[in-house]
């Protein structure tokens, strides 16, 4: 089945401890990106991978960091969570950055930073 | 900056009526995406609108665009409770590199009541 996973679905951490949400996709997409989801806000894209090791700044990337070193595979990467963090996080992907492509959403991560 | 408003944020409707949620852009972009969110779900993928004047049609909702006006309307025709849910509509912008990225509108949360 076609589809983007991330893991985990649900966590709960403290200030200061790093902390990886992993994204995975089997279609073989050359474009991931990580959205936030906070009330009243909608979707705010973090970052952005047009493929393999090319990654690009979303419109809020403070505090985040990701890489590309397999096409399936787009983890964030949370080095040292504040609570501004707490949030509602989904990976996408599609098939390219470029043209006309839907995107494919995760599940959904929702992290508590205490 | 590429600004998308959507509006009403929150509606509340009966059963069998009609009514339609607006979609307005700040920039110029021929693509536009409708995605609908249950609660606690993932995004899923309803239109895809690709040019001036596109009308796609799914059930009881209806989607446009329009890109002169820069605006898009979701038509819900006779709603049923199933329909409950959030919509977002998103729209491309093409970043100084040529890639494209989607902006998302902050959603409009629509609850069918009986």
């Known amino acids: 089945e076609a589809q983007v996973t991330q893991n985990p679905r649900y966590l709960i951490t403290v200030t200061g401890k790093k902390l990886t949400v992993t994204c995975s996709q089997n279609?073989?997409?050359?474009?991931m990106s990580w959205y936030r989801q906070d009330p009243g806000l909608g979707l705010r894209q973090i970052y952005y991978?047009?493929?393999?090791?090319?990654?690009d700044k979303g419109d809020v990337p403070e505090g985040y960091k990701v890489s590309r070193k397999e096409k399936r595979n787009f983890p964030l990467i949370l080095e040292s969570p504040s609570p501004n963090q707490t949030s509602l996080y989904f990976c996408a992907s599609s098939l390219s950055g470029f043209g006309v492509n839907e995107q494919f959403f995760g599940p959904g991560t929702r992290l508590t930073v205490l | 900056e590429l600004k998308v408003e959507q509006n009403p944020l929150f509606l509340s409707m009966q059963e069998g009526k009609n009514y339609t949620i607006y979609c307005n852009y700040s920039t110029t972009s021929d693509r536009l995406y409708w995605y609908r969110q249950d609660p606690g779900k993932s995004l899923e993928s309803l239109f895809v609108l690709l040019s001036n004047g596109a009308v796609k049609q799914e059930g009881r909702l209806m989607a446009s665009l329009d890109t002169k006006a820069r605006l898009s309307t979701l038509h819900i025709t006779a709603a049923v409770h199933d329909l409950s849910a959030t919509y977002f509509c998103a729209v491309d912008r093409i970043t100084q590199g040529g890639s494209e990225k989607l902006v998302f509108g902050k959603g409009t949360k629509l609850t069918v009541n009986p």
């Open positions: 279609m073989n997409h050359e474009y």
């Open positions: 991978s047009m493929n393999v090791e090319v990654t």
